[in-house]
């Protein structure tokens, strides 16, 4: 089956980004995860970014 995505630009105020939590929670949306990074990598990560190759959300891991 394929996949409906579909981009989301939220303006960033506080209210917007509880609204945008509680849809997530709910599962009303999803985010689109690109990749994910540890820590010690966030070098990496905005070199990934600066160079346009995310297409999602790019995470950074705190363990």
Do not use: H, W
């Amino acid at each position: 089956q394929g996949k409906n995505v579909r981009m989301l630009i939220a303006p960033q105020n506080r209210a917007d980004s509880i609204a945008m939590a509680e849809l997530c929670t709910a599962g009303e949306i999803t985010p689109m995860i690109d990749r994910e990074f540890s820590l010690s990598e966030v070098p990496d990560a905005m070199r990934y970014i600066a160079a346009g190759r995310a297409k999602g959300k790019v995470v950074i891991t705190i363990v």
